[in-house]
Nanobody
Framework: QVRLVESGGGLVQPGGSLRLSCAAS????????MGWYRQAPGKEREMVAI???????SYADSVKGRFTISRDNAKKMVYLQMGSLKAEDTAVYFC?????????????WGQGTQVTVSS
């Protein structure tokens, strides 16, 4: 069983910064890639940033230049450093992991962490 747990959400003022963390736990899995998605009220979940096992990254256009995704393979963690935050970044942020588990590719989601950008 693979479990993803996010931390680091909260309330921040416009222009501020916040760092999200996601820890993957369990046994018998190999991480292929991990990422962050977000869902604002009344909107569909959208990809924010993805990082492959080899370190290749991809970002949504709306966050390029402001957010940075990184990972620590040894600790099985992924991070999202968010800067120059805007009100429109307010959403629940979900950690996502695509793993090999017993030879099968499976997708896992964390429970989500709320990020609110407001003065």
């Amino acid at each position: 069983q693979v479990r993803l747990v996010e931390s680091g959400g909260g309330l921040v003022q416009p222009g501020g910064s916040l760092r999200l963390s996601c820890a993957a736990s369990g046994s018998g899995f190999e991480i292929r890639y991990m990422g962050w998605y977000r869902q604002a009220p009344g909107k569909e979940r959208e990809m924010v940033a993805i990082i492959t096992n080899g370190g290749t990254t991809s970002y949504a256009d709306s966050v390029k230049g402001r957010f940075t995704i990184s990972r620590d393979n040894a600790k099985k963690m992924v991070y999202l450093q968010m800067g120059s935050l805007k009100a429109e970044d307010t959403a629940v942020y979900f950690c996502n992991g695509v793993m090999f588990v017993s030879g099968i590719i499976r997708t896992y989601w964390g429970q989500g962490t709320q990020v609110t950008v407001s003065s």
